[in-house]
T-cell receptor
Framework: AQSVSQHNHHVILSEAASLELGCNYS??????LFWYVQYPGQHLQLLLKYFSGDPLVKGIKGFEAEFIKSKFSFNLRKPSVQWSDTAEYFCAVNALRSGNTGKLIFGQGTTLQVKP | NAGVTQTPKFRVLKTGQSMTLLCAQDMNHEYMYWYRQDPGMGLRLIHYSVGEGTTAKGEVPDGYNVSRLKKQNFLLGLESAAPSQTSVYFCASSWVRSGGLTEAFFGQGTRLTVV
């Protein structure tokens, strides 16, 4: 069965520090990749997505992610975090196959705490 | 546009009680999903639907039933609630193009506690 693994469960950073959250998936075929963010008490919002083309994708709020097919990875980065980035971050994968139903497989989530 | 709307937002049930969670979307999406979110486990798919009148099991379907009588609505039912079903439930909708998923839009969530 496909799975998605996020390496960091809880990350604490100071403002202006750089961020990198790891995400690996286990599916050898074509995938669509997503990062979602969940601010405290709110629903999931899309940060960025990869479908095809340039493996470096840019999302909202200064986030970016790089798809490395050979490593089955889709790591999220931000050069300088802000206190308002405190949230939970989820990596998700849609494994494409015939009869694609759009089901997402989520990682366990990473809680990011940014100290002012 | 409202997007994806879930009703109710909070609920406390006693063990053995039943309830229905309602999800409504106004984006004319074909695909709808119910996920549950538990600490340290991310979101797990309960059931999903690829169109009006169709439903299918996801990763954790036991104890839940669903119905998609209208394209815009997707109902999640708990026939006999158990404490293990205490969770936050998210509904999502999407449309799928030939090259794959566009993106899923999520509702605000329903926090359910079973005592």
């Amino acid at each position: 069965a496909q799975s998605v693994s996020q390496h960091n469960h809880h990350v604490i950073l100071s403002e202006a520090a750089s961020l990198e959250l790891g995400c690996n998936y286990s599916y050898g075929g074509t995938v669509n990749l997503f990062w979602y963010v969940q601010y405290p008490g709110q629903h999931l919002q899309l940060l960025l997505k990869y479908f095809s083309g340039d493996p470096l994708v840019k999302g909202i709020k200064g986030f970016e992610a790089e798809f490395i097919k050979s490593k089955f990875s889709f790591n999220l980065r931000k050069p300088s975090v802000q206190w308002s980035d405190t949230a939970e971050y989820f990596c998700a994968v849609n494994a494409l196959r015939s009869g694609n139903t759009g089901k997402l497989i989520f990682g366990q989530g990473t809680t990011l705490q940014v100290k002012p | 546009n409202a997007g994806v709307t879930q009703t109710p937002k909070f609920r406390v049930l006693k063990t053995g009680q039943s309830m229905t969670l309602l999800c409504a979307q106004d984006m004319n999406h074909e695909y709808m999903y119910w996920y549950r979110q538990d600490p340290g486990m991310g979101l797990r798919l309960i059931h999903y639907s690829v169109g009006e009148g169709t439903t299918a099991k996801g990763e954790v379907p036991d104890g839940y039933n669903v119905s998609r009588l209208k394209k815009q609505n997707f109902l999640l039912g708990l026939e006999s609630a158990a404490p293990s079903q205490t969770s936050v439930y998210f509904c999502a909708s999407s449309w799928v193009r030939s090259g794959g998923l566009t993106e899923a839009f999520f509702g605000q969530g329903t926090r359910l506690t079973v005592v």
